[in-house]
């Protein structure tokens, strides 16, 4: 295939172990071949390559909008994961539901709409939590953001908090009209209905349905880790600071690469 995402598949750093001398193995294709071990074969990953790029460049001329992946290396060795694991459970005779997967990444508002996107990283279920949230315009432009290192909180607490923080922030930048993202199918749920019996986090999820009842129009929508991959880094950032929240006129030094990727439609990869 005569395209220069497959013969520059070195500037992806796709390359194998037992293919490559040690001194030209990059540290990033090791990580990858630790993540997804020796279970997939080459003539398996060859394969894989082949019907990806192609699939990749007919949406390229068929698709307007379609953007080619910037981590394809990554993307590849997961279809490679998945199709792996498919054949040993089908071997093993299991009931496990089969998935498929999908290019799926951020997507701007609808004109004259922002979004929020939050999400939290929390080290256990009962550990330290930190958590982040960014706010875009129809155009993907920064509006503004947040990080916060939470403490010690349950994963559920954690979610909340920052759920209640960005909806504030987006209330005080200015949204009128706001998509609410998280990735967290229990809080969209439990944000969505109306029922009061919400345990030991009522008092929150009290303050958060307030804070949604204003005069004002709010999506509420549930999304996947591969969309909300630059709060997911704000909230990993978090941790590393001491305990507070802090606004964030700009973005840090670090997360400008996964804005832009969002920015021009870059896709991740998922098994759905």
Same mark, same amino acid.
């Given at each position: ?84 694991? #498919?054949? $040993? ?6 009931? @496990? ?6 290019? +799926? /990444?951020? %997507? *701007? ?45 349950? #994963?559920? $607490? ?6 209640? @923080? ?6 005080? +930048? /200015?949204? %009128? *009209? ?95």
């Amino acid at each position: 295939m005569d395209t220069p995402y497959v013969t520059g598949l070195d500037e992806t750093k796709f390359v194998l172990a037992h293919k490559v001398r040690p001194p030209k193995f990059s540290q990033h294709a090791r990580d990858v071949c630790l993540k997804y071990p020796k279970v997939s074969p080459w003539a398996l990953i060859f394969g894989v390559s082949c019907w990806v790029f192609w699939d990749w460049l007919n949406k390229s001329i068929l698709e307007l909008q379609f953007i080619w992946p910037l981590d394809s290396a990554i993307m590849i060795f997961k279809v490679v994961h998945e199709f792996v694991q #498919s054949n $040993l459970c089908a071997n093993a005779h299991t009931d @496990r539901k089969a998935r498929d997967w999908k290019l +799926i /990444g951020w %997507r *701007m508002p609808s004109n004259g709409w922002l979004k929020l996107n939050t999400n939290r990283a929390a080290k256990g279920n009962q550990g330290l939590a930190g958590a982040g949230g960014l706010l875009r315009d129809d155009n993907g432009k920064w509006l503004g953001g947040f990080v916060h290192n939470i403490g010690i909180a349950t #994963s559920v $607490l954690a979610e909340l908090w920052v759920v209640k @923080r960005g909806i504030k922030v987006s209330w005080e +930048i /200015g949204a %009128r *009209m706001l998509v609410f993202e998280t990735e967290s199918e229990l809080v969209a749920n439990l944000l969505r209905s109306s029922s009061e019996q919400v345990d030991r986090n009522a008092a929150i999820v009290s303050d958060i349905r307030s804070l949604l009842n204003r005069n004002w129009s709010i999506m509420i929508e549930h999304t996947y880790r591969e969309c909300n991959i630059c709060v997911y880094w704000l909230a990993n950032h978090a941790l590393t600071l001491p305990l507070r929240v802090r606004r964030l006129v700009s973005f840090p030094i670090g997360l400008d690469h996964l804005i832009f990727h969002d920015i021009i439609r870059g896709h991740h990869v998922s098994s759905l």
